[in-house]
Structure formats: structure tokens, C-alpha cells
């Protein structure tokens, strides 16, 4: 299931980001997307349920695992 998300955060550097992703895979637990940050992995993140003219607040979650880690779009499982 592809999900259009905003995630709120703040990156490695501690700059506040927000970013547009789509989901590449959504189970019970979590989601995974590709992101062209370098997330910090002790830190929340606000999820957004993104539409045309719909935001709607999902909840927090940590990146827990990173894939293609010095490439510039990485996979992140959240």
C-alpha cells in the first residue's frame, strides 16, 4: 500500500525538517519510505496523513532501521 506522508523532525544537524515521502511498505507496526535526509535514530517524528487538501496528525515514530546508508535516498523503516 503506497501512502503520501509528511514527516516533521528534526535531522542529524538538529535543523527542523518536514519532507514529503511515499510509503513503500505499511504493516500493523510501521512503514517504510525513502527519504534524502540523514535521520537521527533517537529521535520522534510526526507523522501526517497527506491528501490534496486534507493533513491529518498519525502519530510519532523512530526510525529504527536505515538501508543504503551513504547513498542520497536511503530507506527508512519507521
Not at 542529524?12 to 525513502?34: D, H, K, Y
Not at 493533513?55 to 527508512?76: F, H, K
Request: charged share 25%.
Amino acid at each position: 500500500m503506497k501512502l503520501i506522508l509528511k514527516l516533521k523532525g528534526k535531522d542529524a544537524s538538529g535543523r527542523s525538517v518536514e519532507q514529503l515521502t511515499t510509503t513503500e511498505n505499511v504493516s500493523a507496526g510501521g512503514f517504510r519510505c525513502p527519504l534524502s535526509l540523514d535521520l537521527p535514530s533517537d529521535l520522534t517524528f510526526q507523522v501526517f496523513l497527506s491528501g490534496a487538501s486534507l493533513e491529518r496528525y498519525i502519530g510519532s515514530v523512530l526510525p529504527i532501521r536505515r538501508e543504503a546508508a551513504y547513498t542520497r535516498w536511503q530507506e527508512y523503516a519507521f
